[in-house]
């Protein structure tokens, strides 16, 4: 069949195959040429991280975090996620895909790794983790022990192992209506969006779904089933903004989620400082810059803004997509001289957050950013904003609007 993109309410239905794999690609192309330009692999051996384990593994931070463990340090992975495969009929989703890319190449490359499909708040899950890391540390002949966890679950929904109930999360301001200008995706006119606030309920299920719980199980888990290894690093991402998106994103249910998640970073410290006998931080939150995912699109002020920023980061040379910031996670923050010299301390701002939004929030970014969307009309949009950025990056997530690919030619979406 012949895939182009089905668009409904600022939300893409379908993914292309090829489209997905040409992407992961470029991005595994991007990791091993910007490890090699920066002799990132001139630490000692053992202080690379060996086994990985990405939680959120098929797209966003979550895929480009394994690509570069891969394919930049040559670590094992075990991936996590829950997609839907494609038929011979009916396009998977984009994380199926790029999970089907991603396990080629690295077989290619001569790395090993596993993915596992299924529900990652699930207690059975979790124990098939324990048993891929094992199995996988075999395969590599090394100690079956993870000395890295990526946490970059998006799931709208999750179901609490224990009680069985199912929370769903919503993206919503606290305490009153909020009302901000967007972009049509597809017009690419301005509109005015408007959002009720979250109620009590909405916000405590916010936090489940997308708050630190899970996090803090997971390594619970992996702890009691002897897989963790004595240098272990976790991170989770979050985002946090200018203070002109506070109102629906810092300040609203999703900010309360996030701030969860630098809750469960205290604790998780706290708990394994004793059990691994550790004497320094190993859990952190990595704030990071805005980039445009699956979900973006829908959230009131954010397609502007980041168009905006878009149009002010490249313009200074500044722009970062998921892949290259993850190189600089790994690179200049968890895997830095200094992160691995005696000291062994990674560079984070006053509350312990690595901060991979510095460029995004310099205070030169921001101050033109915020002049150019006083002056935005309808007239001048393209020029102050980088609406087709935007566009090009929301189409290539699901796999459209990649160099080299043919959209007219006929494929079998069951396969990449």
Request: proline share 4%; net charge negative.
């Amino acid at each position: 069949m012949i895939i182009k993109p089905m668009i409904r309410n600022e939300i893409c239905l379908n993914s292309h195959p090829k489209g997905c794999a040409q992407s992961v690609l470029n991005q595994i192309n991007y990791v091993r040429t910007a490890f090699k330009q920066n002799g990132a692999l001139a630490h000692a051996e053992n202080s690379f991280p060996r086994l990985v384990l990405v939680l959120g593994s098929s797209t966003g931070y979550g895929l480009a975090s394994r690509i570069t463990a891969a394919f930049g340090y040559g670590a094992a992975t075990v991936g996590v996620s829950f997609e839907k495969a494609g038929t011979a009929s009916k396009p998977g989703t984009p994380g199926w895909y790029n999970n089907l890319a991603f396990g080629t190449e690295a077989a290619a490359a001569g790395l090993i790794a596993k993915t596992l499909d299924g529900d990652a708040y699930s207690e059975s899950l979790k124990a098939q983790a324990v048993e891929a890391i094992r199995s996988v540390g075999a395969q590599a002949g090394i100690p079956p022990k993870v000395d890295l966890i990526i946490y970059s679950l998006a799931s709208p929904v999750r179901t609490e192992p224990k009680s069985g109930v199912m929370y769903r999360s919503v993206i919503k301001p606290i305490g009153e209506t909020y009302s901000g200008k967007t972009i049509n995706t597809v017009s690419g006119e301005i509109i005015e969006k408007s959002v009720l606030p979250a109620t009590e309920e909405e916000i405590a299920a916010t936090v489940k779904v997308m708050g630190g719980e899970d996090w803090e199980l997971w390594i619970d888990s992996l702890d009691a089933a002897g897989v963790l290894s004595q240098n272990v690093k976790t991170v989770a991402y979050t985002y946090i903004g200018p203070e002109l998106s506070w109102a629906i994103y810092k300040n609203g249910s999703i900010g309360r989620a996030k701030a969860d998640l630098e809750r469960a970073a205290a604790a998780i410290n706290a708990k394994l400082t004793g059990s691994l006998k550790k004497r320094q931080t190993f859990a952190w939150v990595s704030v990071n810059k805005a980039v445009v995912t699956r979900a973006s699109a829908v959230i009131p002020i954010i397609p502007l803004y980041i168009s905006c920023l878009f149009k002010v980061m490249k313009g200074k040379g500044l722009h970062e997509g998921c892949v290259e910031q993850t190189v600089r996670l790994f690179r200049d923050r968890l895997y830095s001289q200094e992160a691995l010299g005696d000291g062994g301390k990674v560079l984070v701002d006053s509350d312990g957050r690595i901060r991979l939004d510095d460029w995004e929030m310099q205070e030169d970014v921001q101050q033109e950013v915020t002049e150019r969307m006083e002056k935005i009309t309808k007239d001048n949009l393209l020029e102050l904003c980088d609406v087709e950025g935007f566009k090009h990056d929301f189409l290539e997530v699901h796999g459209f609007d990649v160099s080299g690919i043919d959209y007219e030619a006929e494929i079998d979406p069951s396969r990449i």
